[in-house]
T-cell receptor, first 113, second 114 residues
Framework: GAGVSQSPSNKVTEKGKDVELRCDPISGHTALYWYRQSLGQGLEFLIYFQGNSAPDKSGLPSDRFSAERTGGSVSTLTIQRTQQEDSAVYLC???????????FGDGTRLSIL | GDSVTQMEGPVTLSEEAFLTINCTYTATGYPSLFWYVQYPGEGLQLLLKATKADDKGSNKGFEATYRKETTSFHLEKGSVQVSDSAVYFCALIAGGTSYGKLTFGQGTILTVHP
């Protein structure tokens, strides 16, 4: 596809369940970023990948959050034992190289009941 | 730490009015500065950017000038349209970083009435 694709677009789940969010970056983009957009915290950086490596995980809110990227392409963000405060829109962006302009997907809206 | 502060919204204007959305920042080194826009139901889009002091970014009639002396990057447009209604985010990438971690302001909702 032409842009960054995220799935699902919406996810509703019960507290305590695990969720997986997927990001398919623009073909050829080596850098991939995850952000979170919530009412209370605004837009926050979570983690980035250069290729399959994640050198900076400092933005992950807790050890319930993890992310991986395989084949230098698709990335998944996993939240274990979800809590209500995890409710937010999770945004993925990719760029051609680490200093290139970031192109954002439409996000996954996560709601924890 | 690095931070971005935007003027509080929401901002409501009539079509063809002049727009200013203020943005100031705190950062180490010489950051790159950005304005992103989020139209209703859509993802974030880069609107314009400036990478060094006194640079002016411009796009779609919007402009912003990187002012190091006042640590500001105010967004302006001379004549807004209804289609400009969106949420606008000021953001920075800190100088000296090897990757593009964006630090965002809280966003300003703009509504333009006919």
């Amino acid at each position: 596809g032409a842009g960054v694709s995220q799935s699902p677009s919406n996810k509703v789940t019960e507290k305590g369940k695990d969720v997986e969010l997927r990001c398919d970056p623009i073909s050829g983009h080596t850098a991939l970023y995850w952000y979170r957009q919530s009412l209370g915290q605004g837009l926050e950086f979570l983690i980035y990948f250069q290729g399959n490596s994640a050198p900076d995980k400092s933005g992950l809110p807790s050890d319930r959050f993890s992310a991986e990227r395989t084949g230098g392409s698709v990335s998944t963000l996993t939240i274990q034992r979800t809590q209500q405060e995890d409710s937010a829109v999770y945004l993925c962006a990719s760029s051609l190289g680490l200093q290139g302009p970031q192109h954002f997907g439409d996000g996954t809206r996560l709601s924890i009941l | 730490g690095d931070s971005v502060t935007q003027m509080e919204g929401p901002v409501t204007l009539s079509e063809e009015a002049f727009l200013t959305i203020n943005c100031t920042y705190t950062a180490t080194g010489y950051p790159s500065l950005f304005w992103y826009v989020q139209y209703p139901g859509e993802g974030l889009q880069l609107l314009l950017k400036a990478t060094k002091a006194d640079d002016k970014g411009s796009n779609k009639g919007f402009e912003a000038t990187y002012r190091k002396e006042t640590t500001s990057f105010h967004l302006e447009k001379g004549s807004v349209q209804v289609s400009d209604s969106a949420v606008y985010f000021c953001a920075l990438i800190a100088g000296g970083t090897s990757y593009g971690k964006l630090t965002f302001g809280q966003g300003t909702i703009l509504t333009v009435h006919p």
